[in-house]
């Protein structure tokens, strides 16, 4: 597996299939702590450069997937490899459920009360997954939950709680007794029929992220960071352009 690395944060060169293929390796062979995987995308790339918890816990993930059309992109502007496709938490949890079926113990962490009861019974519904404990994301009593998912010793932890999830995940990676940690965003969501997934064309077109942003208000604030990440992606390609033919970057560009 290679890792590259954009704007300081790294990613791995892995398709869907890869990334199946570690998750069953980790899954039978586990490490001394949690294994954990992150879905970055431009706006956890933008975050990271001014909230040192969120870089440290992607310079020290296990596996970190490209998780939309602008890491994607970064990476062939900033790198020159190509990766095969985007590999978001919308399409790893579901390929997950589908690979291992009964032989899954997962535990559901996250998103309002009485959600994420409903999306582990929809999944082992449809799966056949084992559910071995479930809460939501509204909790004041962090210990305690440590405890509980310890105690439970799931194969897959699925953490859905906005931005603290990675680094949730990260500061107790050492004690969470899981044996692979996701962050998977509103996917639990997503499970548990709160919400739909934008359209089939969208998804085709690989433009599923710009839908749920046009179609959601409470997403508009989040337009800055995908054009500041823009913006640092092409400032960044221009340094690199320069230093290449020995130019210097004048102190106004900077």
């Known amino acids: 597996m290679q890792r590259v690395e ?21 899954i039978a062979q586990p490490g001394p702590h949690c294994a954990q995987i992150i879905t970055t995308n431009p706006e956890a790339v933008v975050r990271a450069q001014a909230e040192p918890a969120l870089q440290q816990a992607l310079r020290e993930c296990e596996l970190i997937t490209a998780d939309g059309v602008g890491i994607v992109w970064a990476v062939r502007l900033l790198t020159g490899h190509r990766l095969r496709d985007r590999v978001p938490g919308s399409e790893i949890l579901p390929a997950v459920f589908e690979r291992f079926g009964s032989r899954l113990r997962v535990y559901f962490l996250g998103a309002a009360p009485g959600v994420a009861g409903r999306a582990a019974q929809n999944a082992r519904a449809r799966w056949g997954i084992q559910v071995c404990g479930v809460q939501d994301g509204y909790f004041s009593d962090e210990e305690a939950v440590l405890e509980a998912i310890r105690q439970a010793q799931p194969d897959l932890l699925v953490v859905g709680m906005g931005e603290r999830q990675d680094t949730f995940i990260h500061r107790n990676k050492a004690r969470l007794a899981a044996k692979v940690a996701i962050g998977v965003g509103g996917m639990i969501d997503v499970l548990a029929g709160e919400v739909k997934r934008a359209p089939l064309w969208a998804q085709r077109l690989k433009i599923e992220w710009l839908v749920r942003i046009a179609l ?14 823009v913006r640092l ?20 560009k900077r």
């Open 233 to 252: 992606v092409l400032l960044e390609k221009r340094s690199k352009t320069l230093k290449n033919r020995g130019g210097v970057i004048p102190d106004s």
């Open 6 to 26: 954009i704007l300081g944060t790294p990613v791995d060169l892995v398709d869907l299939e890869q990334t199946l293929d570690w998750i069953e390796n980790r």
């Open 216 to 229: 959601d208000r409470r997403r508009w604030g989040r337009f800055p960071r995908l054009l500041h990440f």
